[in-house]
């Protein structure tokens, strides 16, 4: 089991920026993908990014069309901890984001297993 807490959101103007953090419990961070999704009212969970568990070479990361370029995921093992820096952001940015860890670093929610409970996101024009 892993339980995950999101923190980092808030209000924000638009071309701003904000850093989410995820803190994951467990002993096996370091062997599940993470990834980051978002949603607003009335749309389904879209995909944002995503990093591997990474192997002698390093980590693959995966974005988004939206937000490549802007956004940048990472993650920090020692802390149990992933991030998104969110940078030049938009109002069509605003939504809650989930942090999530799964087997597989992939585009669909199903690939992961665990959720956190979402932190709010908004960005105002």
């Known amino acids: 089991q892993v339980q995950l807490v999101e923190s980092g959101g808030g209000l924000v103007q638009a071309g701003g920026s904000l850093r989410l953090s995820c803190a994951a419990s467990?002993?096996?961070?370091?062997?599940?993908?993470m990834g980051w999704f978002r949603q607003t009212p009335g749309k389904e969970r879209e995909f944002v990014a995503a990093?591997?568990?990474?192997?002698?070479?390093?980590?693959?990361?995966f974005y988004a069309d939206s937000v490549k370029g802007r956004f940048t995921i990472a993650r920090d093992n020692a802390k149990n901890t992933v991030y998104l820096q969110m940078n030049s952001l938009k109002p069509e940015d605003t939504a809650v984001y989930y942090c999530?860890?799964?087997?597989?670093?992939?585009?669909?929610?199903?690939?992961?297993?665990?959720w956190g409970q979402g932190t709010q996101v908004t960005v105002s024009s």
């Open positions: 999530s860890a799964g087997d597989l670093a992939g585009q669909k929610d199903v690939s992961y297993d665990f």
């Open positions: 467990g002993r096996t961070f370091e062997n599940y993908a």
């Open positions: 990093i591997d568990a990474g192997s002698w070479s390093g980590y693959h990361t």
